[in-house]
């Protein structure tokens, strides 16, 4: 059984940092890449960051340059380092896995999902 757990999120002031921990069970690393995506009320779901089995990473250009996605295979666990963070960042932010998908707007079709870590950017 696949799981995900995501953990990490919290309160912070506009311009601080977080790092969110994706921890993964029930699959095979090498056959899928690892995203985050996140959702603000009212707001539909949207692709942040992913990183592929090959460590082919993707961001977003709401967070390109202040986001650092990156994973640890031996320990099954991604990470999301998220730095100036702004109050447009505020959201749940999930974790997911799946396989690269080249041809839609987020480079990753998703199979399976966290339940998710609230982050919450106050100004």
């Known amino acids: 059984e696949v799981q995900l757990v995501e953990s990490g999120g919290g309160l912070v002031q506009t311009g601080g940092s977080l790092r969110l921990s994706c921890e993964a069970s029930?699959?095979?690393?090498?056959?899928?890449?690892v995203g985050w995506f996140r959702q603000a009320p009212g707001k539909e779901r949207e692709g942040v960051s992913c990183i592929g089995s090959d460590d082919t990473v993707y961001y977003s250009n709401a967070v390109r340059g202040r986001f650092t996605i990156s994973s640890d295979k031996s320990k099954n666990m991604v990470y999301l380092q998220m730095n100036d963070l702004k109050p447009e960042d505020t959201a749940v932010y999930f974790c997911a896995i799946g396989v690269p998908d080249y041809g839609g707007a987020f480079p990753l079709r998703v199979d399976y999902w966290g339940k998710g870590t609230q982050v919450t950017v106050s100004s």
């Open positions: 029930g699959f095979t690393y090498d056959d899928y890449a």
